[in-house]
């Protein structure tokens, strides 16, 4: 069941991806803007216009140059950067851990919190501190993370001045590393003096973007706990003797985490999205900060890449959880 499960989904995302693909290469091909005018000085000739589109396949049809970059891609060569005359593969797959560990960052902080406030709100239900986390909750889901972002800029990085508010790294300590996974490598050669850096730099932006999270977790996990708090094996353990914390805990938790579970993995792909914002507000080098400059100079083929990038890492995303889903859940594992 969860191997036919597995191909029928791998199957999808493939078709996804393919459609993906289609969908932001033609769009980024008909908006408004030449990218080659961008690069040519002012008193280019229309010879020097002519080589160049022809050197990026700009003068074939928009279908002969999606067959022809479709084949590069599935032999690993994503192209070249107009900019910066790289290889696309090679400058996303640089930044990529940066963003990838701001987000896991975020998460953690997400889930941490959510699942504190959810916790404490189902322990004391029906009294003034439930109360208060159902609003607290609201006002996080209402305000957006980048506006998060600023708040949080003005109270930890200009009126109390505990963290850094641009950057991933001091850029003394960046020869430090081997690769571009800093926060794991920092971890696993017990540099904690690395490790700290990079957390000072990296707390900030993990925050804006784990507060509306935290508050939608929050919200959904309570809301579960509860139901399943009138449930009868439940019951049961109460009549057992245990005391409220252990029933909560022990008995209610693991079945009421399911849908949260779900959640916090559809959740955390908008996360990865949400680090375009957050990381320019913080000059924070990640995928969403290239995102923003390769946009702005209608570097096409470097959108290309990092939007495939994004879809990649959505659709795995969303695999892996619904895979640890069919296992988790007996009645889908057993089906």
């Known amino acids: 069941m969860i ?25 980024i091909r008909v908006v408004p803007g030449n990218p080659i ?35 590069g891609v599935v032999q690993g060569d994503f192209g070249t950067s107009i900019q910066s005359r790289q290889p696309v593969l090679r400058l996303v797959l640089n930044r990529l ?81 081997t690769t571009n996974f800093f926060l794991f490598e920092s971890v696993v050669r017990l540099r904690f003096d690395l490790w700290r850096d990079l957390v000072s730099h990296m707390f900030m932006p993990a925050l804006a973007l784990a507060i509306p999270l935290a508050a939608i977790i929050s919200q959904l ?58 990381e320019r507000l913080f000059s924070y080098e990640g995928l969403g900060n290239m995102a923003i400059d390769a946009v702005i100079n209608r570097d096409l083929p470097l959108i290309q890449g990092i939007v495939i990038l994004f879809a990649v890492l959505f659709t795995v995303v969303n695999l892996f959880v619904d895979m640890l889903y069919a296992v988790l859940n007996p009645r889908l594992r057993h089906a």
């Open 3 to 27: 191997l036919r499960r597995l191909l029928s989904r791998l199957a999808t995302t493939l078709v996804t991806l393919l459609g993906v693909s289609v969908i932001v290469f033609v769009t």
């Open 37 to 71: 005018a961008m690069m040519l000085p002012p008193g280019a000739t229309e010879a020097d216009i002519d080589r160049l589109r022809a050197l990026y396949g700009f003068d074939r049809s928009i279908m002969e140059q999606y067959f022809i970059w479709l084949w």
């Open 97 to 177: 851990p940066a963003t990838l560990e701001l987000s896991i960052m975020a998460l953690v902080i997400a889930v941490v919190i959510g699942g504190f406030l959810a916790l404490t709100g189902t322990r004391l239900r029906g009294t003034r501190t439930e109360g208060a986390i159902d609003v607290t909750s609201g006002m996080a889901l209402s305000v957006p993370d980048f506006l998060w972002g600023l708040v949080l800029i003005l109270l930890f990085g200009v009126l109390w001045p505990v963290f850094h508010i641009s950057g991933r790294i001091s850029p003394q300590l960046t020869s430090e590393f």
């Open 221 to 278: 996990l309570k809301q579960s706990l509860k139901e399943t708090m009138h449930l009868d094996y439940v019951t049961l353990s109460r009549t057992k003797g245990y005391g409220e914390n252990h029933v909560i805990i022990r008995e209610a938790l693991p079945n009421a985490v399911l849908p949260t579970l779900t959640l916090v993995g559809v959740q955390f792909t908008f996360l990865i999205g949400g680090t375009v914002i957050i």
